[in-house]
């Protein structure tokens, strides 16, 4: 009897033997710290193009091959370099200080002067006030407060909305108050990114609000800025990849990835660092326990994210003729708050798939599947091409207060939760890359499905906010 049992149940034993040893040697957090605080602390920020991201790149290729986890790096092509230096900022006229503040990506480096016109913020009522001072003018837009995830998502909608009318008076430029208190300062795109030719800024909060005051008051104000960015054309850039292959069904793969790249105010913690390592400590974990997945898996540290997810889209082209045998792309970018889902991009057979695939990890129902497509990250380019994607969808934490601010540093990263983390993306992988039925058979979509998700979820906004509406249009991104 005792044989007979042996018989019928082998495969699902090993698996779930192989499932839990997998979660017990990820369940410290030591080697997730120690990464962590080479990367953040050592290397520091890591904007693409820079001498610390080609560490960075070094550092990653290492770990992997440390591992012993076959590891490679994928060279591509940026399309133009900008990174700022040390700018100056001046308030004067009748009053005169010096604010804090950066300018936003692809701000053209140069010196600027003119008048600050109070736009309020930046409402087409309170824009039709003062449209008369607007031409070659700076205009100053208050904000609302971004403490958490749907903050940062309304502030990315707001600034895009404001950028589009204040170009029609063509404005100087644009000086954004930064939606975070104490003087907190933080990158961000502006909606044309790499296209970008509107001098754009973000002034700490307290600043821009004495700047407010006093053109209230009556005062006229000028800003005045030397902006300093190393900028130039094309250059090249990697993605570090490395893989587990499969046993049985090795052409067929999962890829998992996180970006290596960060702004530079802060060291790239939470965003995105410590999903770095976690893909890393993974790696590292499988390859010690002797696991042999049936499917491939592939870890991908992106390079290039945060300027409009260059190297998971430079993926997409040269793995092309891979894809159809891709059967799962998972990005991991929102922190290191406690994971309570995932996003399942507009399909609803993924969603499905998903919720059986984790049953054995959500008993109590904790993890819920959101149905919604991610624009922001590095599934982008595989929803693009049609390929079942997956956003891992986290707890805010301090992710929102953060985000590509000065403050997003090793301090603000939650290793109990990144630990539970590990586990559960660790577990996922093997039961996805393991899984003996149909349930992930699931199709590449078609041009006209991904685009019904398109239409269906009303996307349009937020891809012309991140600049990759028109390619997708003019068929110069994803699938054909
Ligand atoms: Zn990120």
Known sequence: MRYLIFILFP???????????LQKSLSISRHLEKDLQELCDQIGGRVTGSKANEKSVKWAFEKFKEA??????Q????????????????????IEFRPLAVAKYQTPPGNYIADLVDVGSGSPEEVEIVKNKLYQNFALVETEMCLDIDGLFNEYVH?????????????????????????????????????NDLPQFIMAREDAKRCLRSIRAGKNLKFMTTVRADIGGEFMSHNVLAEIKGSSKVDEVIVVGAHLDSWALGTGANDNGCNVVMLI???????????????????????????????????????????????????????SGEIIGFFTNGRDDLKQAMEIILSPLNQDKSLTMIDVPIIGTDNFDFMLEGIPNLVAAHRPAS???NYHASS?????VDFTSLTKNTQLIASLLWLYAND??????????????????????????SMRMFNVWVPWINGDRGRK
């Open 75 to 94: 060279e591509f092509e940026m399309p133009v370099m900008w990174m700022e230096g040390a700018s100056k900022f001046r308030v004067s006229g009748e």
């Open 399 to 401: 992710y929102g207060i």
């Open 68 to 73: 012993k986890v076959k590891t490679w790096k």
């Open 408 to 412: 997003d540093t090793y301090d603000k």
């Open 436 to 461: 003996e039925t149909d349930n992930i058979d699931l199709h590449r979509q078609s041009r006209s499905e991904i685009q019904s998700i398109f239409d269906k979820h009303d996307t349009e906004f």
């Open 281 to 335: 400590n993974i790696a590292r974990q499988m390859q010690e326990l002797g696991l042999k997945p049936k499917r491939t898996i592939r870890f991908a540290l992106w390079n290039g994210e945060e300027q409009g997810y260059f190297g998971s889209w430079a993926y997409t082209k040269e793995y092309q003729s891979e894809l159809d045998n891709h059967k799962m792309a998972m990005s991991v970018d929102i922190g």
């Open 11 to 21: 495969l699902f034993g090993f698996s779930q033997d192989h499932l839990a040893s």
């Open 159 to 195: 600034a895009a909305t404001v950028e589009a009318l204040l170009r029609k008076y063509k404005v100087k430029g644009i000086v954004f108050m930064s939606s975070r208190p104490q003087k907190l300062l933080y990158r961000f795109i502006p909606s044309k990114v790499v296209e």
